[in-house]
């Protein structure tokens, strides 16, 4: 059974930074892209950034572009989203998830139970 | 980027009923489209993908249909467990992008 946890998330400050892990297991990890997806509080889902099964292929959200990077460890089987430049337009739960194969043209066909990131003074 | 239009954005039906949901593509994209059920506190969770595969262990009751700018989801005869709200996703070209969702309450 494929699961998917994540952690790091909490409270911090505009302009701070976080880091997001998610424990991946029930699955070949390092056969498959991964992915971030958040959801602001009452509203819809938005990609934020993928990374292929090798990591060399790492796109973005323009929304957080230069200030957010992902990045996995394949040999501990977890994938990472470190923040930084955190601003109040940030807080959402993140959501990891698993790609069908690659994420472009595959779906995302697992994910976590989401992690909440809350930006505010 | 490829804006979804999903309409509509909120739709009340009652148990039994046949319901449809629409996800429009501000350009053609092929079959690169999923649709996700979201419960109230829970991740979403994959329906369809490649607009008309339905995911293991889905009931049949789903289906989606549609290619290039226009797709649909239909549930044919809605249960109480089918009250959630619905979001379809491309998958052609980065930035991956969502529709802004389709509740669906109980009349």
């Known amino acids: 059974e494929v699961q998917l946890v994540e952690s790091g998330g909490g409270l911090v400050q505009p302009g701070g930074s976080l880091r997001l892990s998610c424990a991946a297991s029930g699955f070949t990890f390092n056969s498959y892209a991964m992915s971030w997806v958040r959801q602001a509080p009452g509203m819809g889902l938005e990609w934020v950034s993928s990374?292929?099964?090798?990591?060399?292929?790492?796109p973005y959200a323009n929304s957080v572009k230069g200030r957010f990077t992902i990045s996995r460890d394949n040999s501990k089987n977890t994938l990472f989203l470190q923040m930084n430049s955190l601003r109040a337009d940030d807080t959402a739960i993140y959501y990891c998830a698993k790609c069908a194969g690659t994420c472009q043209h595959k779906w995302f066909d697992s994910w976590g139970q989401g992690a909440l990131v809350t930006v505010s003074s | 980027d490829i804006q979804l239009t999903q309409s509509p954005s909120f739709l009340s039906a009652s148990v039994g009923e046949r319901v449809t949901i629409t996800c429009r593509a501000s350009q053609a994209m092929g079959s690169s489209l999923a649709w996700y059920q979201q419960k109230p506190g829970k991740a979403p969770n994959l329906l369809i993908y490649?607009?008309?595969t339905l995911q293991g262990g889905v009931p049949s009751r789903f289906s989606g249909s549609g290619s290039g700018t226009d797709f649909t989801l239909t549930i044919s005869s809605l249960q109480p467990e089918d009250f959630a709200t619905y979001f379809c996703?491309?998958?052609?070209?980065?930035?991956?992008?969502f529709g802004g969702g389709t509740k669906v309450e109980i009349k």
């Open positions: 490649s607009a008309s």
């Open positions: 996703q491309q998958l052609d070209t980065y930035p991956l992008t």
């Open positions: 990374i292929s099964n090798g990591g060399d292929t790492t």
